[in-house]
């Protein structure tokens, strides 16, 4: 798990237009960041940011309703309440969340500003807050690779296009987006494992929207077929690599017994192999593999299928 580099300050730019938080105490320190050891010890984002715990420091704490009728109850004594909030700093949080639309206590203000801790307070719900800091970090600390490709939404499933260089990826995928499916990036994809075996593929911001093809140049595909031929980012759930007929023919079975796997960032992805050779409709094949593909995650295997009755027609001629 690589390291977070994230300043409260670039956290509460992130998400002030979103969450429209203050921040009202802390800002002699802007840059605190996360505590190093805190990030590669997690396990994931959830143990970064959580309501106000006392057992596990250098964390996002957020204070909600019951946590500020905690540090401000008026049956506590004067020390006793001073010591609660006191106890806060041990913990080293990078960020202290006043959410609900709860008013921050006074003695917390007054820490935060003598501890230079980031104080933020918000209209939101402290749930919705968490939701909305953990799936941030969650990006933040995803494993990443940058992949070779066209990626695309075909059918509502995440295809990777791949092959060599020359093999004419990007024109298949002009004829996909005028087939009605949407593209999510051409030439360069940012995959990122987001969960333990889920992969997700974005655009790099540079070549946002863009195609290019050769002879034409760089097409823009929001622009020439509307919004809907676009896509943000899609789960990876298929790669289509494209190869010429002879290497087909030498290194690739006809049939394959098993389905074929490719591994991304330690992740098995299906993977379909289709020759490229003069008269084949790729856009067709494609849209083929993409339906085969469908029906095996819903657990019908046709070759398995054929397997099986050409199994049962020799047991039948064997018994007559």
């Given at each position: 798990?690589?390291?977070?580099?994230?300043?409260?300050?670039?956290?509460?730019e992130e998400?002030?237009?979103a969450?429209?938080?203050?921040?009202?105490?802390?800002?002699?320190?802007?840059e605190?960041?996360?505590?190093?050891?805190?990030?590669?010890?997690?396990?994931?984002?959830?143990?970064?940011?959580?309501y106000?715990?006392?057992?596990?420091?250098?964390?996002?704490?957020?204070?909600?309703?019951?946590?500020?009728?905690?540090?401000?109850?008026?049956?506590?004594a004067?020390?006793?309440?001073?010591r609660?909030?006191?106890?806060?700093?041990?913990?080293?949080?990078?960020?202290?969340?006043?959410?609900?639309?709860?008013?921050?206590?006074?003695?917390?203000?007054?820490?935060?500003?003598?501890a230079e801790?980031?104080?933020?307070?918000?209209?939101?719900s402290?749930?919705?807050?968490?939701?909305?800091?953990?799936?941030?970090?969650?990006?933040?600390?995803?494993e990443r690779?940058?992949?070779?490709?066209?990626?695309?939404?075909?059918?509502?499933?995440g295809?990777?296009?791949t092959?060599?260089?020359?093999?004419?990826?990007?024109?298949?995928?002009?004829?996909?987006?005028?087939r009605?499916?949407?593209?999510?990036?051409?030439?360069?994809?940012?995959?990122?494992?987001?969960?333990?075996?889920?992969?997700?593929?974005?655009?790099?911001?540079?070549?946002?929207?863009?195609?290019?093809?050769?002879?034409?140049g760089?097409?823009?595909?929001?622009?020439?077929?509307?919004?809907?031929?676009?896509?943000?980012?899609?789960?990876?759930?298929?790669?289509?690599?494209?190869?010429?007929?002879?290497?087909?023919?030498?290194?690739?079975?006809?049939?394959?017994?098993?389905?074929?796997?490719?591994?991304?960032l330690g992740?098995p992805v299906r993977?379909?192999?289709?020759?490229?050779?003069?008269?084949?409709n790729?856009?067709?094949?494609?849209?083929?593999?993409?339906?085969?593909t469908?029906?095996?995650?819903?657990?019908?295997?046709?070759?398995?299928?054929?397997?099986?009755?050409?199994?049962?027609?020799?047991d039948?001629?064997?018994?007559?």
């Open positions: 798990m690589k390291p977070i580099s994230i300043s409260a300050e670039a956290l509460f998400h002030q237009p969450l429209k938080w203050e921040w009202i105490a802390g800002h002699a320190h802007p605190r960041r996360f505590d190093e050891s805190a990030v590669r010890d997690a396990r994931s984002a959830a143990d970064l940011v959580g106000l715990n006392y057992i596990h420091p250098y964390r996002v704490q957020l204070v909600g309703r019951r946590e500020v009728a905690y540090l401000s109850e008026t049956a506590a004067p020390e006793v309440q001073e609660r909030i006191q106890r806060i700093v041990t913990l080293e949080p990078p960020v202290i969340i006043v959410a609900d639309g709860e008013r921050a206590p006074d003695r917390l203000v007054a820490m935060c500003d003598r801790i980031p104080l933020f307070t918000t209209q939101h402290a749930g919705h807050v968490i939701d909305v800091v953990r799936a941030y970090l969650s990006q933040l600390m995803a690779t940058t992949r070779h490709g066209v990626f695309m939404d075909i059918l509502g499933v295809v990777l296009l092959g060599e260089s020359g093999l004419g990826k990007s024109e298949l995928g002009l004829e996909l987006i005028s009605g499916h949407g593209l999510v990036a051409d030439d360069a994809v940012d995959i990122y494992r987001v969960a333990q075996n889920t992969l997700e593929g974005r655009c790099p911001e540079l070549l946002l929207n863009l195609l290019e093809v050769r002879g034409i760089l097409l823009d595909i929001k622009a020439i077929f509307g919004e809907t031929a676009v896509r943000r980012k899609m789960r990876v759930k298929l790669i289509v690599h494209l190869v010429r007929k002879e290497t087909m023919d030498r290194e690739f079975e006809r049939l394959p017994y098993e389905p074929l796997y490719e591994e991304v992740v993977k379909v192999v289709i020759a490229v050779d003069a008269g084949r790729l856009a067709v094949l494609v849209e083929a593999a993409v339906r085969n469908i029906l095996q995650l819903r657990g019908i295997d046709t070759y398995q299928e054929f397997i099986a009755r050409h199994q049962a027609a020799m039948q001629n064997r018994d007559s």
